[in-house]
């Protein structure tokens, strides 16, 4: 039987869909990847999810991290959106490559030009690290205080929640639960260094070897809440899939104009087909 390997499993940032929309989308993808922790048996170091593409560090049998993330996308899959589109499995081979590349991982909204500090984004494992309090900014609650009704309902499995595991009170199970925050803080050794890493950007040799590229100026997140303000002021619509095809079309002229945003992101941010996008230059 092969080894136990680490590996980076991301999947593709030019995806032309968006996993992520709301608060509760991403509430219930980070409860995804917990139940996932529990039913694969793998060693989770890192994560991020992002609003179109996903990144995790972690230590496994090579199929069994394949399995992993391909029940974490039929699980959202399920629920949200058809989240497809490649994933990548890359051998970590060495210590300071698992440094650049959880480094790599937990500036991605940073890199994404999301305007804050990886600490602020909370989709993601970095409050786990190098912490006394952990995550407890959105609260605490135990899971041990909840009826197995509860659990089921709140997280769609009939997996065992461990008593012990802490969630927020918008019920999202804190990442601190499942990583492997220890190994984490042993790797890089003190806050100071792990800070070193986070501010060097090697973001662009990484990308170039692993094959996965990021999106433009303004994150899907950025531009999809840019996009729904204008529904609203400009077309007095509550939501994209309200607006008439010429209204559409005037939406993507917009976003290209005033946010930079490519024929891509436009499509996978709006819905929007692209062969229509294609059709209709946009200016």
Sequence with gaps: MESEEYFHVCTDGLSRSMIFRTDEDFINGMNDVAVCALLRPVKLYCFCLMSNHVHFVMKGHYETCNGFIRLLKRKISSRITAFSGDTAIIRIDSQDYMKKVIAYVLRNPMAAQANLTPWNYRWSSIGSYFSQTKEYAYGCIQASGMSVRQKRALFGTRVALPDEYELSTDGMIYPHNYIEYEFVERLYRTPEEFIY??????????????????????????????????????????????????????LAEMLRKHYGAGTKQISRVTGIDPTLLAGHRIQ
């Design 197 to 250: 890493h986070l501010s060097v950007n090697n973001d662009r040799i990484l990308e170039m070897e692993t094959g996965i590229l990021r999106h433009g100026r303004y994150n899907d997140q950025e531009l999809y809440n840019s996009a729904m303000e204008i529904c609203r002021k400009k077309f007095d619509k509550p939501g994209i899939d309200y607006l008439a095809i010429e209204e559409k079309l005037h």
